[in-house]
């Protein structure tokens, strides 16, 4: 089965609302990063974390290597917060760590 | 800051045609990706490298060749697209060392469409 599942695979927000994307892993992983494609399709680097938590402005992610999670919170959205958002884990594979893609979060934020 | 520019941004090609997809970064990184993302996927790996003149297949390399002539430079190449090819490409560079994925930096993604 697949190592990194993403939840939810769509969301819909009011601007000022805020909620948590979250991805499980089934296996240990080294590190978690967090992206967003926006709408003019470029992949936009949000969080690289190896443990703990990291926050950027309205953004705030969490990853707990031991219960296998990563999360992604959203506070205060905005209009331009909308696009899919994508967490990728690192793990292991032939003796090297390599990146496995979670299926993605499509993230509507409304007026 | 990361830089990783890809060229073309957007290509429409016949079945059969040749595509090229190219890859510039001015990182420095030894690690270099193409992936692929369609919707209700995440990013698929296409092939890899791990320096000038190393290419390594990836989890769908089927269909597709890679080239890395330089430090700089990673391109894609579909020798025959297909209509299954129509999707959009992102490359990446890593600053990790060895074999590891490490942190990625991706470029702004190339939409094909194979007619």
């Known amino acids: 089965g697949d190592q990194v599942e993403q939840s939810p695979s769509a969301l819909s927000l009011h601007e000022g609302t805020g909620s948590a994307l979250r991805c499980n892993f089934t296996?240990?992983?080294?590190?978690v990063q967090w992206f967003r494609k926006n709408s003019r399709g470029s992949l936009i680097n949000l969080f690289y974390?190896?443990?703990g938590t990291k926050e950027n402005g309205r953004l705030k992610s969490a990853f707990d290597s031991k219960e296998r999670y990563s999360t992604l919170h959203i506070r205060d959205a905005q209009l331009e917060d909308s696009g899919t958002y994508f967490c990728?884990?690192?793990?292991?594979?032939?003796?090297?760590?390599?990146?496995?893609f979670g299926s993605g979060t499509q993230l509507t934020v409304m007026p | 800051e990361a830089a990783v520019t890809q060229s073309p941004r957007n290509k429409v090609a016949v079945t059969g045609g040749k595509v090229t997809l190219s890859c510039n970064q001015t990182?420095?990184?030894?690690?270099m990706y193409w992936y692929r993302q369609d919707t209700g996927h995440g990013l698929r790996l296409i092939h890899y490298?791990?320096?000038?003149?190393?290419?390594e297949k990836g989890d769908i390399p089927d269909g597709y060749k890679a080239s890395r002539p330089s430090q700089e430079n990673f391109s894609l190449i579909l020798e025959l697209a297909t209509p299954s090819q129509t999707s959009v490409y992102f490359c990446?560079?890593?600053?990790?060392?060895?074999?590891?994925?490490?942190?990625?930096?991706f470029g702004e993604g190339s939409k094909l469409t194979v007619l």
């Open positions: 990446a560079s890593g600053d990790a060392p060895g074999r590891n994925t490490g942190q990625l930096y």
């Open positions: 296996t240990t992983m080294r590190a």
């Open positions: 974390l190896a443990s």
């Open positions: 990728a884990a690192e793990a292991t594979s032939s003796g090297s760590w390599q990146l496995i």
């Open positions: 990182n420095n990184h030894n690690n």
């Open positions: 490298s791990y320096g000038a003149g190393s290419t």
